[in-house]
């Protein structure tokens, strides 16, 4: 079975700082990772996706993420955020035919 | 362009009827999903379905019942049976079972 946990229900951050927004899984076999964005009423967007090789993977938006197998983490940050990177951000594993999603991160960019 | 229309965006019904939610995609896909989404719990899968006429229930099918008599076309039916169908509900395809899936932009469901 596979899990998701996002560790953070809400981060709030000023304009231009950094945020990390961190995310763990659990899974007994091979699994493919992911996170998507939400903005309200919407649904979800692709921001980046790690299936095999480098274990840096960048994304849209200024977004990357790092895998870590051995503390399976897959957290994702952002050097500089914008107001516009308001939104609601969910990790994802997929190791089989299920995506499991985790219960999301809402970031709230403050001017 | 390519994508996956969900409508209506927004639909309310009264307690004790059925009703269905359409999806359908341009994306050739093969795989199709329904997810449910509610504050705080993420996203939770109700049916999926990776060929046509065929679909497999998720961790959520109970008060739920879907088709796949087209590979474009995956409607949710949501029953009476659903004890609190008030919701805003995903549907997604992906290329294969275990890839990056297209969401549509989602129908908000009140029960009333």
């Known amino acids: 079975a596979q899990s998701v946990t996002q560790l953070d229900s809400q981060v709030p951050v000023f304009e231009e700082a950094p945020v990390e927004l961190r995310c763990n899984y659990s899974?007994?076999?091979?699994?493919?990772l992911f996170w998507y964005v939400q903005y309200p009423n919407q649904g979800l967007q692709l921001l980046l996706k790690?299936?095999?090789?480098?274990?840096l993977v960048k994304g849209i938006n200024g977004f990357e993420a790092e895998f870590n197998k051995s503390q399976t983490s897959f957290h994702l940050r952002k050097p500089s955020v914008h107001i516009s990177d308001t939104a609601e951000y969910f990790c994802?594993?997929?190791?089989?035919?299920?995506?499991?999603f985790g219960a999301g991160t809402r970031l709230f960019v403050k001017a | 362009d390519g994508g996956i229309t969900q409508s209506p965006k927004y639909l309310f019904r009264k307690e004790g009827q059925n009703v269905t939610l359409s999806c359908e995609q341009n994306?050739?896909?093969?795989?199709m999903y329904w997810y449910r989404q509610d504050p705080g719990q993420g996203l939770r899968l109700i049916y999926y379905?990776?060929?046509?006429?065929?679909?497999q229930k998720g961790d959520i099918a109970e008060g739920y019942s879907v088709s796949r008599e087209k590979k474009e076309s995956f409607p949710l039916t949501v029953t009476s049976a659903q004890k609190n169908p008030t919701a805003f509900y995903l549907c997604?395809?992906?290329?294969?079972?275990?890839?990056?899936?297209?969401f549509g932009q989602g129908t908000r469901l009140t029960v009333v």
């Open positions: 790690y299936l095999s090789g480098s274990t």
């Open positions: 994306l050739n896909h093969d795989a």
């Open positions: 899974s007994s076999v091979s699994v493919y």
């Open positions: 997604a395809s992906s290329t294969q079972a275990n890839t990056e899936a297209f």
């Open positions: 994802a594993v997929n190791g089989g035919f299920k995506t499991i």
């Open positions: 379905s990776q060929i046509v006429n065929d679909f």
